[in-house]
């Protein structure tokens, strides 16, 4: 085979495979790339999720920290001293008020009793004696068989006797309340605690540690403070009667435990923390509540109507203003300064001014916008937020984001 057909059949077979490479790369690669490529919409502007301005009704709240405090508490001790022989309730029941509780050891009292009982009778007896020798002194006298002086004498004797008499009575009356004592009762209703004292201690009044403690827990009060700069709000409607509504929250403020209303105002502002307490009492039926436990407190004061309302993550603060992005029909989003109201919920606030229901802002992504900037508003998971501050900590460096 001469030089040249070698050269030509080579030509020949690069030929070849050339036009099967690019028959691969077009079949293969190119055209599935090209279709994906024309089947992915165009995005066009920074990618956010916005939603409508909504009209809505807002309760009007002052939110506070409160302390759950019991309406009664007592300490059930033993008014008469002696060693305690029993305890009959069992820790943590519930007891009304009259239920016996415990005994102590009235032994003493009850022989103080018969010997004052005794001593009573002896007394009515020379009572009787002298009594009616007085009589019969009396009538000597006006015959002036018996003296002046023995007279008096004699009447001086009766009353000693009378005397005598009161004082042993109310040695006896002492002595059967002291024995009574001895049966220890609940003195109000409500939920015992921990029992302080052992079966065979000396208790009574001077004693340090109680049997026990009672506390009522039905109905139940929660103490709050309200700065003074929001006394006014609820004190005029307080006062003119109206019924104002509290709702308190567990520690974390995600669970509600009880509503019930305002009962009382107290009448002057602490000067140390400028704020003033306010009562609230719930009927803690279902004993949600418990005495000294921290709860969040929300106290409804008012309703504003149909107040514009948005996501507090669509608010941009600076130093000196607050505002949205609104997104007009030429899908670019502007900045509108706006003026915040009351919140809603932790995450809706209402809007005093700026804003108009059913206008269009953005909730998220706002943070990468400037006046004018053009927008494509996709679902949450197209939206790189990785790098948007939480709502509330957001801070732009100037008027227009730059």
């Known amino acids: 085979m001469s030089a040249t057909s070698k050269v030509l059949i080579t030509l020949a077979l690069a030929a070849a495979l050339g036009a099967g490479g690019w028959y691969g790369y077009t079949r293969y690669y190119a055209a599935p790339k090209a279709q994906s490529q024309k089947q992915m919409p165009r995005m066009r502007g920074i990618a956010v999720r916005t ?32 060693y305690l022989t029993d305890v009959l309730f ?9 239920d016996l509780l415990a005994k102590v050891d009235t032994r003493q009292h009850e022989a103080s009793l018969k010997q004052y009982t005794g001593t009573l009778a002896q007394i009515k007896a020379n009572l009787a004696n002298a009594r009616s020798t007085l009589e019969r002194y009396q009538k000597l006298f006006k015959t002036d068989s018996v003296s002046r002086q023995t007279l008096d004498a004699q009447i001086a004797q009766v009353n000693a006797y009378e005397g005598n008499l ?51 827990t039905t109905p139940i009060s929660v103490i709050f403070s309200v700065p003074q700069a929001s006394l006014s709000q609820a004190v005029a409607p307080f006062r003119a009667g109206e019924k104002l509504s509290v709702e308190v929250f567990d520690q974390d403020n995600r669970r509600r435990l009880a509503t019930g209303a305002v009962s009382a105002i107290d009448n002057q502002v602490d000067t140390a923390t400028g704020t ?56 670019k989003a502007y900045k509108r300064v706006i003026r915040q109201g009351p919140s809603k919920t932790t995450t809706r606030v209402a809007v005093l001014r700026g804003l108009k229901p059913g206008e269009q802002i953005v909730t998220v992504g706002a943070d990468s916008l400037s006046d004018g900037t053009p927008v494509n508003i996709v679902k949450e998971a197209q939206v790189d937020t990785s790098n948007i501050a939480p709502a509330g900590n957001r801070r732009r460096r100037g008027p227009g984001g730059r």
């Open 51 to 82: 939603e409508l301005a909504a009209k809505e009704d807002v309760e009007l709240t002052i939110l506070a920290l409160g302390t759950v405090t019991a309406n009664q508490t007592s300490k059930v001790v033993s008014q008469v001293q002696g």
């Open 276 to 331: 003033v307490r306010v009562k609230a009492v719930f009927d803690n039926a279902d004993g949600a509540l418990f005495p000294n436990q921290f709860v969040n407190v929300r106290l409804v004061y008012g309703t504003m109507k149909d107040a514009v309302v948005i996501s507090s993550s669509a608010i941009q603060t600076t130093s000196s203003s607050q505002y949205v992005f609104v997104v007009k029909d030429d899908g």
């Open 166 to 216: 009161k004082s042993v009575q109310g040695q006896i009356e002492s002595a059967k309340v002291s024995i009574s004592y001895g049966q220890i009762k609940a003195p109000i209703s409500g939920y015992i605690g921990i029992r302080g004292v052992d079966v065979g201690n000396l208790v009574g009044p001077s004693a340090t540690s109680a049997i026990a403690t009672i506390t009522e």
């Open 90 to 98: 069992k820790e943590g029941d519930f007891v009304n008020k009259g």
